[in-house]
């Protein structure tokens, strides 16, 4: 997958498609997934889900291949490919002759029986050949897959036989039914943005040198609608696979609306009426891609309501005329939309096999693309180095992984012995100990007493207890209760990576006495690594100009007694 630019300003990567077919641009954004907002999408969380490759959380193997081969069009191939057997005559392209077309839509289920009256309002002829086409669909992807292979025999005749991966693949062999999957995938996925970009394929006339220009020309422009397709759909798969990561259990679903805007609208700013434009070029454009990836199981996906065009249609006739439109509010402003409205403007969502597949595409182009317990496979020592030194990790689920079927006494132990030392990270293990002893919760207490006399794990541990509701628990003495502020601070320091907003709140709550000279005068003598660093950040930071002005007098002094 193409790395993928992060909220781009201007015109939108769709190109030409969607131009002259606009949804109603007049809509403000939250309209676009209106109730959807509710289900924990809203603005704040899908911008920290985009900022790097999170860990996601996948079924296993087994599992992921049951999914794969419910696939109906992957299922199609199979089916087909077990009917080719021992062998089936093929024309010189490999496709299935016109004898046996009908005879595999009907094997497929797609067709009637001959004789049955058909189904819906479609003439007999048109359902056949809509049912034909949908079989050799699937007999062409067979193909791709080499479930069935392509040979000639003595006699030139065409035939296709089984292929070497058909049976292991019917009896859902996990590895070799996710690489023909995840191969089916990538096929449909290029399918998908040369159906994207089709409509500017040049046509070819045989004529001088002029003509040749013109379609030399013509075949640079496919070829730039093709990579602008494909950077599109790179960038909203890789979106959806953010945003999946970090939604809750049963809000995975996306408004088509919100997932063009992550792509369009820069970060921190609101949508003009400009680029609420480019959303819905953006949103018209992916619509048949994704609708062409949910055939594969990547998604399960709700197309834009056609009937939308015909109703801004009508509305812009109704303005024309001087009448009011329909949907707009009391005080003439656009009207919020429910539920079911919005969905209307489509809806996308990734599933466990689409999560998967995404994953290999990452990988295959350098990723780092971890899963949820990656981190917690070995002791507590390596758990809390791990998860310390990760970019991209959910600290609190791979603490419940690893915390998951430990008895709980001796796994607070092992975490306190494992968040002690000095070295750069130590104080966002310890960090991380007090977050795994919250999650244990109060079977943990007989172990966060037992090291209330440590110097580096004490302190926490009486603030934990505290917090816990413990009786009796001994205050820390100055020293070790100076040393938690400074190492507490710095863990800070390392999570946010000196991010200011975040920091700013955490220095105005430190514990400044009315002479901040005093406490400032105390801190700059602790004996941490991190002492000089935390000083500079409250004399940056802190609101108090006095208070900051000490604290970059007393940041000083630690350095220069370092």
Not at 53 to 68: G, T
Not at 160 to 186: H, K, N, S
Not at 275 to 289: E, K, N, Q, S
Not at 474 to 486: E, G, I, S
Request: charged share 30%; hydrophobic share 45%.
């Amino acid at each position: 997958m193409a790395a993928r630019r992060r909220r781009n300003a201007g015109p939108s990567a769709a190109g030409t498609p969607g131009e002259g077919a606009v949804l109603p641009a007049d809509l403000e954004l939250q309209d676009l997934y209106g109730a959807f907002a509710a289900h924990g999408l809203d603005d704040e969380d899908l911008d920290d889900a985009a900022v790097l490759v999170p860990p996601v959380r996948l079924p296993a193997e087994p599992e992921l291949a049951a999914l794969a081969k419910a696939v109906p069009m992957f299922d199609w191939a199979l089916r087909l490919a077990r009917w080719a057997a021992p062998h089936r005559a093929v024309d010189e392209f490999g496709d299935l002759t016109a004898p046996d077309r009908l005879p595999a839509a009907r094997l497929l289920g797609l067709a009637p029986e001959e004789g049955d009256a058909p189904e819906g309002d479609a003439p007999e002829g048109e359902e056949q050949e809509e049912a034909v086409v949908e079989a050799m669909r699937a007999w062409s992807l067979a193909c791709d897959l080499d479930l069935v292979e392509i040979g000639t025999t003595a006699a030139g005749e065409h035939v296709a036989v089984p292929g070497p991966d058909l049976e292991p693949a019917e009896e859902g062999d996990p590895e070799t039914v996710l690489e023909l999957w995840l191969t089916a995938a990538g096929i449909v996925r290029e399918l998908a943005v040369e159906a994207d970009s089709q409509e500017l394929e040049p046509e070819r006339e045989d004529g001088g040198d002029a003509e040749a220009e013109e379609d030399e020309e013509g075949l640079g422009e496919v070829e730039d609608a093709r990579d602008e397709a494909a950077e599109l759909l790179d960038e909203a798969l890789q979106v959806l696979y953010e945003t999946t990561a970090f939604a809750e259990p049963g809000s995975e679903t996306v408004p088509l609306g919100v997932l063009a805007a992550l792509l369009i609208v820069p970060e921190g700013e609101e949508p003009s009426d400009e680029l609420l434009g480019d959303i819905t070029d953006v949103m018209v454009a992916l619509d048949p891609m994704l609708a062409d990836l949910s055939e594969l199981g990547l998604l399960d996906y709700r197309p834009i309501d056609p009937e939308l065009f015909d109703e801004e249609e009508g509305e812009d006739e109704a303005g024309e005329a001087g009448e009011e439109p329909a949907a707009s509010s009391p005080d003439g402003g656009p009207a919020e939309l429910d539920e079911a409205e919005s969905a209307r403007f489509g809806l996308v969502r990734l599933t466990p096999l689409g999560q998967y597949g995404i994953r290999q595409w990452l990988l295959e182009d350098g990723y780092d693309a971890p899963l949820v317990g990656d981190l917690a496979g070995g002791d507590a020592a390596e758990l809390l180095r791990g998860v310390s030194e990760a970019a991209n990790v959910l600290p609190d689920e791979e603490l419940k992984v690893w915390l998951d079927g430990r008895e709980p006494v001796a796994a607070a132990r092992e975490l306190l012995a494992a968040a002690r030392g000095d070295d750069a990270y130590a104080p966002m293990r310890r960090m991380l100990c007090h977050s795994a002893l919250t999650l244990i919760g109060a079977p943990a207490e007989p172990a966060a007493r037992e090291v209330l006399g440590d110097p580096e794990l004490g302190g926490g541990a009486a603030a934990w207890l505290v917090a816990l509701g413990a009786a009796d628990v001994p205050a820390p003495d100055r020293a070790t209760a100076l040393w938690t502020v400074v190492d507490a601070f710095a863990a800070q320091l390392l999570d946010t990576g000196g991010d200011p907003e975040q920091l700013r709140e955490l220095v105005a709550e430190l514990p400044v006495t009315e002479e901040p000279a005093d406490y400032l005068g105390e801190l700059w003598r602790v004996e941490h690594p991190y002492t000089a660093d935390v000083l500079e950040a409250v004399g940056e930071m802190h609101p108090d100009r006095a208070v900051a002005k000490e604290a970059r007098k007393a940041a000083f002094k630690a350095r220069s007694k370092s």
